[in-house]
């Protein structure tokens, strides 16, 4: 008799499709660390590719004067290891609105097949008091066409 708790079963791996923002990036031969794979840190930079891409795309335009988005936390699942040379698929999406904050949901995939899967938890900040602020009306209307469906 095994006295363990039964493990959680694990969620299926994100798809490409599933991310209404996608971006394609090299793996670079900086990327890698000693054990000649891309290291951990670096899944965090292609994150922020394609986080970055999506909020300066022109169709996005979430700026609101007097205010920013800064990120307060990031949960990265490594799934996968990634090799040089190559290129990474980075899928990107809102998860949720929360009162000051919002989510991002994105993954990282090498030839269709996701290597990493990550959460960033953003908020909005107003920029004289540096203190969080309720998110407006317009960021989230702007913000809505990138939300994920069914994630």
């Given at each position: 008799?095994?006295?363990q708790?039964?493990?959680p079963?694990?969620k299926?791996?994100?798809q490409?499709a599933?991310?209404?923002?996608?971006v394609?990036d090299n793996?670079?031969f900086?990327?890698l660390d000693p054990q000649g794979?891309?290291n951990?840190a670096m899944?965090?930079t292609?994150?922020?590719?394609?986080?970055v891409a999506?909020?300066?795309n022109?169709d996005?335009?979430i700026g609101v004067?007097?205010?920013?988005?800064?990120?307060?936390r990031?949960e990265?699942?490594?799934?996968?290891?990634?090799?040089w040379?190559?290129?990474?698929?980075?899928?990107t999406?809102v998860a949720?609105?929360?009162?000051s904050?919002?989510?991002v949901?994105?993954?990282i995939f090498?030839?269709g097949?996701?290597?990493?899967?990550?959460?960033?938890?953003?908020?909005?900040?107003?920029?004289?008091?540096?203190?969080?602020?309720?998110l407006p009306?317009?960021?989230?209307a702007?913000l809505s066409?990138?939300k994920l469906?069914?994630?």
């Amino acid at each position: 008799m095994n006295d363990q708790p039964a493990r959680p079963a694990r969620k299926p791996a994100p798809q490409l499709a599933e991310y209404p923002h996608r971006v394609t990036d090299n793996i670079r031969f900086g990327d890698l660390d000693p054990q000649g794979h891309v290291n951990q840190a670096m899944f965090l930079t292609y994150f922020e590719t394609g986080r970055v891409a999506m909020f300066r795309n022109k169709d996005l335009g979430i700026g609101v004067p007097g205010l920013t988005f800064v990120m307060v936390r990031m949960e990265v699942d490594y799934i996968k290891e990634l090799n040089w040379p190559g290129t990474v698929d980075i899928g990107t999406g809102v998860a949720s609105f929360g009162r000051s904050s919002f989510k991002v949901s994105q993954a990282i995939f090498r030839d269709g097949v996701c290597a990493s899967a990550g959460q960033a938890t953003l908020v909005c900040m107003d920029i004289k008091t540096r203190k969080a602020t309720p998110l407006p009306e317009e960021a989230i209307a702007r913000l809505s066409p990138w939300k994920l469906q069914g994630v």
